[in-house]
């Protein structure tokens, strides 16, 4: 079997919830120096699982070496992600150059919602820069940044307005995701 075989066997393994199983393989991948195992090995440590308990130090140690022996958005974007759950100041800074990095390669709506994420959850919040951030990714057909720039609103304590675009949000849904399919609700 092929690593590209195996790497494909090993997401399906994670996409149905075996994560020690997909854990397994990527590892075998890893030892045959396959660089796409870095990134689901990540993930695996990232979400964790029935078998697999959440590390955030080793998922951001297999997404730096993904990172560095690939370069991609992705790659980057889950960097920053990481680094955000794991919090504090310094992190958000590195997290803020990950996502310079991201958007080098790529302006997708989830770089948008990145970059709001990281304004509406940083230390001092920029609620002004995380709107405009969600509204990107929502008019790119994200109900993400829908909901993000609902929730930005009520963070700085526009209730009646953050009920409204949540309402509308509600509405549009259904009618995005029949539009664009599951891309509509891809979060970074």
């Known amino acids: 079997m092929s690593n590209s075989q195996l790497f494909t ?5 994670f996409n149905r919830g075996d994560k020690a199983g997909a ?7 890893i ?6 195992a870095h990134t689901l090995r990540g993930l695996i440590f990232e ?29 980057f974007l889950a960097l920053a992600r990481v680094l955000m ?3 504090g100041r310094e992190n958000y800074r590195t997290a803020y150059r990950y ?4 958007s080098k390669i790529s302006t997708s709506p989830e770089i948008s919602l990145a970059y709001g994420k990281y304004y509406s959850t940083k230390e001092t919040p920029n609620f002004s820069e995380a709107k405009h951030c969600y509204l990107r990714a929502a008019i790119a057909g994200r109900v993400l940044g829908i909901t993000g720039y609902s929730s930005v609103l009520r963070k700085a304590g ?15 849904t259904p009618i995005v995701r029949l539009l664009l ?8």
């Open 9 to 13: 066997t090993a997401l399906a393994c």
């Open 158 to 172: 526009h209730r009646w307005r953050a009920y409204f675009v949540f309402s509308l949000a509600v509405v549009i």
């Open 181 to 188: 399919g599951k891309k509509s609700i891809k979060d970074f």
């Open 47 to 75: 979400f964790g699982g029935k078998d697999v308990a959440i590390n955030l130090e080793k998922a951001l140690s297999h997404y730096r070496q993904a990172a560095y022996s690939m370069p991609s958005d992705i790659n």
């Open 31 to 36: 030892c045959a120096d396959y660089s796409p």
């Open 99 to 102: 996502l310079e990095e991201a």
């Open 85 to 87: 759950k794991v919090g």
């Open 23 to 29: 854990a397994r393989l990527a590892d075998q991948l």
